[in-house]
């Protein structure tokens, strides 16, 4: 029996390949020693729009395989996938012996097993397709639905509720890899290492954190946080507008992904910039300087003061210096661009 894994390119692809390992012992196991598990990975962007049928989905990649290689294919792909509200994980054709996987629905945690897992279910499916089940492991609850004459509906499983709608929402900011905003933000660093450099030498920056309380140093913290995020959102015209065919509902989804993804990427810039000025003001700055100048002897709480009121500073000249970036590189963080992006390139082909 031939598995064909075809996934989109980027963490689709990582996963389809840390799955191919795993599978064919665990189809073993599962299903039986009644077949010979065979398992070929390929890459290739599914460019279609998100709510397309599988039948279309299988149109998009069928080039992309071997005419005569695969018994059955699965699709990994990073596209969200909802009906309604509910989060769409898996659609099953027995019929085609096809099957699509949205990652996002998996959630964010674990990932590589559940897909595994899924990927493992969605098999049993398509070969052993048991009977009169309507709740699948590791895919979620089936959903049925009425099919025109002569015409057959594949299998769509959802995870419904709350659950489903956070996991979907965390599997996307997954997907986006918010730590990799960081090392995107080149020209942003710079600005903000610059800043925050000319505040240690700075006597000016060390009596003002030496007198601002708690409240006001959480203030500072947040509104640069969020002027940083809205520079880059705004700079690179992150924000998706509804209309056309992007509806209202789709743009809410991926502006909410792209404000965690960005959020998050800046948290990490912060967090690395405080725990660097932390140690380079221990290093640096002596008792003995900052004793002249807050007519005290500094302790812990004084340097860890100057670093979260310089790291707070520095994210405004952080903002400045985004506006210089390659937007290529931030726009991977938006799911509407990517999305565009492969649908141009479906086109010049």
């Known amino acids: 029996m ?7 390119p980027d963490l689709p692809t990582e996963l ?7 599978l064919p012992g665990r189809l073993r196991e599962r299903l039986g020693a009644g077949f010979d598990w065979q398992v070929r990975t390929y890459t290739a962007p599914l460019a279609a729009e998100e709510q397309v049928d599988i039948s279309a989905m299988l149109t998009a990649v069928r080039p992309h395989l071997p005419e005569f290689g695969w018994d059955v294919a699965i699709f990994l792909t990073d596209l969200p996938r909802r009906l309604g509200l509910d989060a769409v994980s898996a659609e ?21 097993g559940r897909t595994l897992e899924a990927v493992v ?78 505040g240690v030498i700075n006597d000016t920056a060390w009596q003002v954190s030496s007198t601002l309380d708690t409240w006001r140093q959480s203030l500072i913290m947040v509104l640069s946080i969020l002027a940083l995020v809205a520079w880059i959102i705004v700079d690179h015209e992150l924000w998706e507008r509804p209309g056309g065919r992007l509806p209202k509902a789709r743009a809410r989804l991926y502006n909410t992904v ?45 340097y860890l003061a100057l670093a979260w009121f310089l790291t707070s500073s520095a994210m405004v000249g952080g903002a400045f210096g985004s506006g210089f970036e390659d937007d290529r590189a931030v726009r991977k963080a938006a799911y509407g661009h990517r999305q565009r992006d492969r649908l141009a390139a479906q086109q010049d082909v």
Request: net charge positive; with cysteine.
């Open 258 to 302: 792209t404000l965690i993804t960005i959020t998050l990427g800046v948290l990490c810039l912060y967090a690395v910039l405080f725990v660097t000025l932390t140690g380079v003001g221990a290093l640096v700055l002596v008792p003995s300087l900052l004793l002249e100048t807050l007519n005290h002897r500094p302790d812990v709480t004084d």
């Open 121 to 198: 279910n969605v098999i049993g499916r398509l070969v052993l397709p048991p009977p009169g089940r309507d709740h699948v492991p590791a895919i979620g609850r089936k959903v049925d639905e009425d099919a025109e004459p002569g015409q057959a509906k594949p299998d769509r499983y959802v995870i419904p509720g709350l659950r489903g709608r956070v996991r979907l929402l965390a599997g996307m900011v997954r997907a986006n890899r918010p730590w990799r905003l960081f090392t995107s933000l080149s020209r942003a660093l710079a600005g903000v290492f610059a800043t925050a450099a000319f």
């Open 92 to 112: 099953v054709s027995t019929g085609d012996r096809v099957a699509l996987l949205s990652l996002p629905a998996l959630g964010s945690f674990h990932l590589a």
């Open 2 to 8: 031939r598995i064909a894994l075809v996934a989109d």
């Open 16 to 22: 389809a390949m840390t799955v191919a390992r795993d």
